[in-house]
């Protein structure tokens, strides 16, 4: 079992900035992708931000230039630095861990989601 704990939401002026983190602590073999996923009123969930173990990243058009994501990949943790924030970036930020949870056949994965933390940009 995955456990996510997530951290850094809030509530900041346009213009300003923000980080949140994310921890995975469980039983597991590996972590493959670390991202981050939001919803705001109204809307589906869609990416903001993933970084897979091979170092690539995927953004959001909205959030290219302003967000930047990061992986601690010995302590299995995953952070987004939002800058520049705007109030169309409030949402439900929520943390997205998938990989595979034993090395034996048939290798089952897993796709654990945090709890979600609030972020509200005002303008």
């Known amino acids: 079992q995955v456990h996510l704990v997530e951290s850094g939401g809030g509530l900041v002026q346009a213009g300003g900035s923000l980080t949140l983190s994310c921890a995975a602590s469980?039983?597991?073999?590996?972590?493959?992708?670390m991202g981050w996923y939001r919803q705001a009123p109204g809307k589906q969930r869609e990416l903001v931000a993933t970084?897979?173990?091979?170092?690539?990243?995927n953004y959001a058009d909205s959030v290219k230039g302003r967000f930047t994501i990061s992986r601690d990949y010995g302590k299995n943790t995953v952070s987004l630095q939002m800058n520049s924030l705007k109030p169309e970036d409030t949402a439900v930020y929520s943390c997205?861990?998938?990989?595979?949870?034993?090395?034996?056949?048939?290798?089952?994965?897993?796709?654990?989601w945090g709890q979600g933390t609030q972020v509200t940009v005002s303008s």
């Open positions: 997205n861990v998938r990989g595979t949870l034993v090395s034996s056949l048939p290798r089952p994965s897993f796709s654990s």
């Open positions: 970084k897979a173990s091979d170092g690539t990243t």
């Open positions: 469980g039983t597991f073999f590996n972590i493959d992708v």
